[in-house]
């Protein structure tokens, strides 16, 4: 008897045992599995202004790769000053420190300058501009406030090619006068310029130039019993000269919105008087 009654207890027992199990597994079946939370990801912090150099990305830092003229929207500032020491054989040398002259460029368009000297009596247009090569026209009057007083109207036609992205090959044509106020014969000059440019690092670019220019200047010392200069002033020649100046200029740009620019000139290679000028030059210029 109490084997009987065990065997049926044992047989009640493990199916209700068996469904209990298998019930919650057949119930979740039907059910959607929860998905796992993610943790909340914090806003991202706020972008932080491009750098300046962004900021002034249509006007670039390598000298190679500038327009002829300013982008619209970009005025430019820029100072100039030198001296010039005149020497010629068997009277010695005078220095000249020149005062610095001011510029003042007014984009009208991307392709349109306005030149402010300090009147607005000049403009910069630039004919093309690809990936390589910049063409450039510009016509302005200055004047001219030490020596011979005068105005200087000028016109300048620019072309560079770039060979690669370390290097580019520049060339001007120059054509100056000055009109004395003192009613006294024009001068003239006319100028050729070439020479290639060499772009070390993005703020640093070197060019040495050699130019062939034709002229009606010839430099007139004034000197003291004792040989020593008193002044120098260019004169009327009476025939037209020949001469081949040489210069080396240096480009930095100091940052993307200021240049500093240095350059050094010999004049009088063929002079027939012996004269030679040395001139050197430094000008800085300022974007906003």
């Keep these: 008897m109490t084997r009987l009654t065990c065997l049926l207890l044992a047989i009640l027992i493990i199916p209700s045992t068996s469904l209990a199990q298998i019930r919650p597994r057949s119930e979740s079946r039907g059910k959607k599995e929860q998905p796992i939370p993610q943790p909340v990801k914090p806003d991202p912090l706020p972008a932080l202004p491009p750098p300046l150099a962004e900021q002034l990305l249509p006007f670039p830092v390598r000298y190679i790769d500038r327009p002829f003229t300013l ?3 970009l005025h430019e500032l820029s100072l100039l000053g030198g001296v010039a020491s005149a020497e010629s054989l068997g009277h010695g040398i005078q220095a000249l420190p020149y005062l610095t ?3 003042y460029r007014q984009p009208l368009t991307n ?5 402010w000297n300090p009147l607005p009596l000049g403009v910069l247009y630039q004919p093309k501009r690809t990936e390589t090569t910049v063409t450039g026209v510009s016509w302005s009057v200055g004047w001219q406030h030490l020596g011979n007083v005068g105005a200087k109207p000028q016109f300048i036609s620019y ?4 060979m690669n992205k370390a290097s580019a090959l520049e060339m001007r044509l ?11 014969s024009s001068l ?6 070439i020479g290639p440019v060499f772009q070390q690092s993005d703020r640093l670019a070197l060019s040495p130039r050699l130019a062939v220019s034709i002229d009606n200047l010839r430099l007139e010392s004034v000197f003291r019993e004792d040989r020593t200069p008193i002044e120098s002033r260019d004169v009327t020649s009476e025939t037209a000269r020949l001469t081949f100046p040489f210069s080396f200029w240096i480009g930095w740009s100091i940052s993307p919105r200021f240049d500093l620019n240095l350059e050094y000139t010999l004049l009088g290679s063929g002079f027939r008087s012996g004269t030679y000028t040395h001139l050197g030059t430094m000008s800085i210029a300022g974007r906003w």
């Excluded at 392709?111 to 030149?115: H, I, K, Q, R, S």
């Excluded at 120059?174 to 006294?184: G, I, S, V, Y």
């Excluded at 003239?188 to 310029?193: D, L, T």
């Design 71 to 73: 982008p619209a929207g």
């Design 101 to 103: 002259e001011f510029e």
């Design 111 to 115: 392709d349109l300058t306005l030149v």
């Design 159 to 162: 072309l560079r090619t770039n």
């Design 174 to 184: 120059n054509l100056f006068m000055l009109l004395p106020f003192d009613k006294a």
């Design 188 to 193: 003239w000059s006319g100028a050729f310029r």
